[in-house]
């Protein structure tokens, strides 16, 4: 025994097992209480013989001390203490933050699975919480409440079901139930791969947060809580207020790490006997340094396994029973009911926490399996975020294993953009003094969703806890846009280590309400940052949206061709050549240059038919390679068929006719060039309907 | 044939074709090459910034034209010619051992607006007339700079966008209008607006049910956009030597293509001239527009699909009672 502050601890321990006061065993020894006071706190070693005689006096063998061996524990040991009321006659009527939440299961599953979150062990391994509801009856059930004391409980019961008051209510159904049908529904949340309910008993750690304290939150700075409401939520699903606690510590306390068991009872005021009571009760070994308070005591597993709170493995972690447990939404009422809603909640807080890359542990794993009298109904089932996330699961993965795109190309392609964060400045400095970051870029993920899915276009919003804050419906979206889910990780959960992504964490910590389901203005944000903060907050709020619109809005645009629809009415080609025009046209010319130099020429016309006769200009043009090509005149236009001249220098078509010919020779004198020099044609225009 | 000779000309076809094309020195891929269109896109979008492209060119020529006593002082060469720039390049072309015509034609980029036409053309002293055309390609290549993929098939231009964005501000003041037709400028395009709540949605969906709307809505927009670019190529319209000129580029496309239904018993020269006196006259009134409107629905197909568009819209309505 060479470490004094093991003994102390040890010493304390057997005496309060023991229920002896420090000054008890100073008279047994006859030394001074302070000398005792000394041993406890470690800042001195009894001498051998009196070391004999605490152990005789604590009934252990000869060299326990040496070893540490533990006094015998007995279950009489362990008893229930409850808090008497104020002095003053105040009466608390109920545990006020209870009634900060709605004590439905989703909320708890959300509210507890978020404290093992926050308290994982082993940061390269998943913390494994898993969800067991167990109605138990018979044999089991009497084995369970005398376990429990319950004897000693009934009489706090009966005088705390005051059908006048909610939390009355609550526990006077609960007792009529347990009555009526001599069962007992049970929901224990264990966490394995978590630190467990380390820490003094009274002082500062995680132990007394949990068990002794009122909105106490022990948690580092990128935790999902920051209240420590959530613990109210697993009292308020009990519907006798109690609560069983068995935990295994990471970092051992007295020197022992297994099944330190306490039970937490939560009456309001009462009247038993003579006696008033008011708020907690405990269910512990009484501490005679503190007045017969219960504190918590290691456990033998016999013990554990008749109070239901047997661990699955030496993992470390923490059980809670929740006895009497229901659902205060009243919504889910059979195991099986029950069952599927912590399932359908784990599900939807925690999706991304289950959620990792390919070959790599994820952050979380969570189990949900129902019992009676330990028959399985409902076998284990372990929430898969793919099953009940199937877009948003796929966006996360693909941003851990890095394989987003820019653009939205295929129907499982994972878009991954920005939204940038203002961060305002703080009231106080940081004692650090260094410069606070200006902004922050939160990423956002976006990926087309099945037509299964009956709540599209929402993004969901997360920081470091990968738990899902607020949900946000992306309204305005274009219509066929495809339908889509989003997921936007601000603060640590950009991946980033950088000052920004700590500031954002805290900024948007600071911006969630004791729920955790939204990012708004709050009493935190007001008092810790400066003016503006609340802007910056909603700027964010509405830049999300319009990134979200961006995504899919370009994503449409698939290039510069234009809807195919439209694309086959605005060809620019040229006409199809009409077999036969509407016109009539010049199917052929013949022609030589007589001895004078003008064109002699035979000229063959097609004619459309129609009733009224078509009458055109014959015209000779000289070709030019471009721009207007000059007239001729002609010398003479002689009608060799179909035809007739009008006004001497019309034809005049025979009326039904399809075919003309007609001759002509043209005037030298009107020639732009000599006829040799130059190509020529022949053509038809319309008379001017003016001119005639 | 229309075209009168007034000399002797060569009787066999001749015929033109691309062999390759580089891009300062780099090999075009054949696939911007088309051999059934007739079309060499320069436009590659990895390289946009070519200085120069040599284009090589084959011609083959009849056998009567090398024999003897036929034809003298034969030469064959490759007329690039762009309306828009009045450039023209004459490369001659040199013969081969077996018998074809090859040549080089270089272009400089900046000497380019967009699209150059080739010809082949064989000249040859006729009656003592030196460099007479004896024969010249029925059909021409088309170089084009500006596009890449090698087609002649052109559509006026669409594209999406916000109407109401800040990149946009010359749509700006047609937030509210669900397409806009810009008839300005070298290029036609129809804006179609992707602030309009439901458009791109009906115009790009791919489902039976949206069919008919989709193509009812395409009609109208096709109308509008015919109309519109009518009106604007009847003022491209030029006069030279009291003769209306057709105006090139995408307004004579347009009016090649309009022309016929506007004025049906015309020939395009005829309704050329008609379409611009009516214009300068000041007619712009009742019958004309009639018919425009006319024309531009035919293009736009819209009775059909109309017609379409109102079937279903009945059968849905029977369904309902």
Not at chain 1, 541 to 566: I, Y
Not at chain 1, 651 to 670: E, H, I, P
């Amino acid at each position: 025994m060479d470490d004094s502050n093991d003994f102390g601890i040890w010493l304390g321990r057997q005496l309060r097992r023991q229920g002896m006061s420090q000054a008890e065993l100073a008279q047994r020894l006859d030394v001074t209480r302070a000398a005792v006071s000394a041993w406890v706190t470690g800042r001195a070693v009894p001498r051998l013989e009196k070391i004999r005689t605490i152990e005789e006096i604590l009934g252990l063998m000869t060299g326990s001390v040496m070893t540490l061996d533990e006094v015998p524990d007995s279950a009489g040991n362990v008893v229930w203490y409850h808090r008497p009321a104020h002095r003053d006659g105040g009466r608390e009527l109920g545990n006020a933050a209870a009634f900060a939440f709605d004590s439905d299961l989703r909320v708890l599953a959300r509210e507890a699975t978020q404290n093992s979150l926050d308290e994982r062990w082993d940061k390269s391994r998943e913390v494994r919480v898993r969800y067991t509801l167990h109605e138990i009856s018979g044999e089991r059930l009497y084995r369970f409440l005398d376990a429990l004391h319950w004897n000693d409980l009934e009489a706090h019961y009966e005088a705390a079901a005051d059908r006048s008051t909610k939390v009355g209510r609550i526990i006077a159904n609960g007792l009529q139930e347990l009555r009526e049908k001599s069962s007992l529904l049970l929901l224990r949340i264990d966490d394995y791969n978590a630190y467990g309910l380390d820490g003094p008993e009274y002082g500062d750690g995680r132990f007394a947060a949990v068990v002794r304290r009122q909105l106490d939150s022990l948690k580092s700075s990128t935790a999902g809580g920051s209240y420590g409401l959530g613990k109210a939520t697993i009292w308020a699903a009990s519907r006798l207020g109690l609560v069983l606690i068995n935990s295994t510590l990471a970092e051992p306390h007295e020197g022992r790490a297994a099944r330190r068991v306490i039970g937490r009872l939560d009456l309001p005021w009462r009247q038993v006997g003579d006696d008033a009571y008011a708020g907690p009760s405990w269910l512990g070994e009484p501490d005679a340094e503190r007045g017969g308070t219960a504190c918590s005591w290691w456990a033998d597993t016999e013990t554990v396994q008749s109070l239901e709170l047997t661990r699955k493995s030496d993992a470390p972690g923490t059980s809670f029973l929740i006895v009497g447990a229901h659902d205060g939404s009243g919504e889910a009422t059979t195991l099986e009911e029950m069952h599927a809603a912590l399932v359908k909640g784990l599900a939807e807080s925690f999706w991304a926490s289950m959620v990792s890359a390919e070959k790599t542990k994820p952050m979380l794993e969570a189990s949900v399996v129902a019992l009676r009298d330990g028959q399985v109904i409902r076998p284990e089932e372990r929430v898969n975020p793919d099953k009940y996330e199937p877009a948003r699961s796929r966006a996360l993965r693909a941003f851990y294993e890095g394989s987003t795109v820019d653009e939205l190309t295929s129907a499982d392609a994972v878009v991954k953009t920005t939204v940038r964060l203002g961060l305002p400045t703080l009231r106080e400095r940081p004692a650090g003094g260094e410069a606070q970051p200006a902004e922050h870029d939160a990423i956002l993920l976006l990926t087309p969703t099945d037509g299964e899915d009956d709540a599209p276009n929402k993004i969901v919003c997360m920081r470091s806890s990968r738990m899902t804050v607020m949900t946000r419906t992306v309204s305005d979206v274009p219509m066929g846009a495809p339908r889509f889910q989003a997921v936007l990780l601000a603060g640590v959960a950009t991946g980033s280590s950088a000052s920004d992504a700590y500031a954002a964490e805290a900024f948007l910590r600071a911006a969630e309400p004791p729920e955790h389901n939204d990012w708004k203005k709050t009493d935190d944000l007001t008092a810790l940052y400066a003016r503006g903060a609340v802007a910056r907050i909603n700027d964010f709020r509405t830049a999300m949206l319009q990134e979200a619109r961006r995504l899919v809005r370009s994503s449409e645009r698939k290039s510069d061709d234009g809807p195919a629809a439209l694309r086959d009415l605005l060809s620019l080609d040229p006409p199809p050549i009409q077999r036969i025009p509407g016109f009539p046209t010049v199917r052929q010319v013949e022609g030589v240059i007589r001895g004078d130099g003008a064109w002699q020429v035979r000229v063959e016309i097609r004619l459309p038919e129609r009733e009224d006769p078509w009458v055109m200009v014959p015209v000779l043009r000289f070709l030019t390679r471009s721009g207007p090509k000059p007239r001729a005149q002609w010398a003479e236009i002689v009608p060799e068929s179909g035809c007739e001249l009008v006004d001497g220098e019309l034809l005049k078509f025979t009326s039904g006719g399809k075919t003309a010919v007609f001759t002509g020779v043209s005037d030298v004198t009107s020639h732009p060039v000599t006829a040799q020099m130059a190509l020529a044609e022949v053509d038809l225009m319309s008379t001017k309907e003016t001119a005639s | 044939m229309k075209t009168l000779f007034p000399y002797r000309t060569l009787f066999g076809e001749i015929s033109l074709e691309v062999k390759e094309a580089r891009l300062d020195g780099k090999l075009l891929p054949l696939t911007m090459i088309s051999v059934m269109e007739r079309v060499v896109a320069l436009h590659q979008i990895e390289r946009d910034d070519w200085e120069r492209a040599r284009v090589v060119f084959r011609m083959r020529t009849p056998e009567e034209l090398m024999k003897p006593d036929e034809w003298a002082d034969v030469a064959c060469a490759a007329v690039l010619a762009e309306k828009k720039t009045n450039l023209r390049i004459v490369t001659p072309l040199k013969r081969q051992p077996d018998g074809s015509w090859i040549g080089v034609i270089e272009l400089h980029r900046d000497w380019h607006l967009g699209q150059a036409e080739v010809e082949g053309l064989v000249t040859a002293t006729v009656d003592g007339v030196a460099g007479r055309v004896i024969a010249r390609t029925e059909r021409h290549w088309t170089v084009d700079l500006q596009v890449h993929t090698p087609t002649r098939k052109k559509t006026v231009k669409t594209l999406w966008a916000d109407f109401a964005s800040d990149d946009n501000p010359y749509l700006n003041p047609y937030r509210m209008d669900p397409w806009a037709i810009e008839a300005a400028g070298d290029e036609p395009i129809v804006y179609l607006n992707s602030g309009f709540e439901g458009l791109q949605f009906i115009l790009e969906s791919n489902t039976r049910a949206d069919r008919a709307v989709q193509d009812t809505l395409a009609g109208q927009i096709a109308t509008d956009c015919w109309t519109a670019l009518f009106n604007t190529a009847t003022y491209a319209i030029d006069v030279e030597d009291d003769q209306p000129q057709w105006p090139g580029g995408w307004h004579e496309s347009v009016l090649r293509r309009m022309l016929p239904d506007v004025f049906p018993n015309h020939s395009p020269d005829d309704a050329l001239s008609e379409i611009f006196e009516r214009r300068s006259a000041g007619e712009g009134g009742g019958e004309l527009q009639t018919q425009i409107l006319h024309a531009a629905i035919k293009q736009a197909r819209t009775s059909k699909s109309l017609g379409t568009f109102i079937r279903t819209l009945r059968t849905i309505a029977k369904e309902e009672m």
